[in-house]
């Protein structure tokens, strides 16, 4: 008998949208940057990016580091796109 379970994020709050992640190690701590969506937006990486880290030895304790990059930083981010209107979005992230 094949028993089936709910899937979920393990780590973010339910409220948070963060696709694209990309995992990083850095000391004893993994950290989880990734672009930033918003419920119900209407088009994609609106908001300012946060990150998540956790220790690598306990992956079920995360927690919001903040914000590392806000929108307003971008120049571009306002920007008027012919034929598109004001971008007003980001792109996904990664740090090395």
């Not at 094949?2 to 694209?20: A, G, M, R, S």
């Not at 992640?21 to 850095?26: I, R």
């Not at 903040?66 to 979005?89: C, F, L, M, W």
């Amino acid at each position: 008998m094949t028993v089936l379970k709910q899937v979920f994020n393990p780590y973010l709050p339910l409220n948070e949208y963060i696709p694209d992640g990309e995992p990083h190690v850095f000391g004893d701590r993994v950290y989880i940057f990734g672009s930033h969506d918003r419920a119900g937006g209407e088009t994609f990486c609106e908001l300012d990016y946060v990150v998540y880290s956790a220790d690598i030895h306990d992956l079920t304790d995360w927690r919001c580091e903040g914000t590392i990059y806000s929108a307003g930083q971008d120049p571009h981010h306002t920007e008027t796109v012919k034929g598109a209107g004001e971008r007003k979005y980001l792109y996904a992230p990664d740090v090395a």
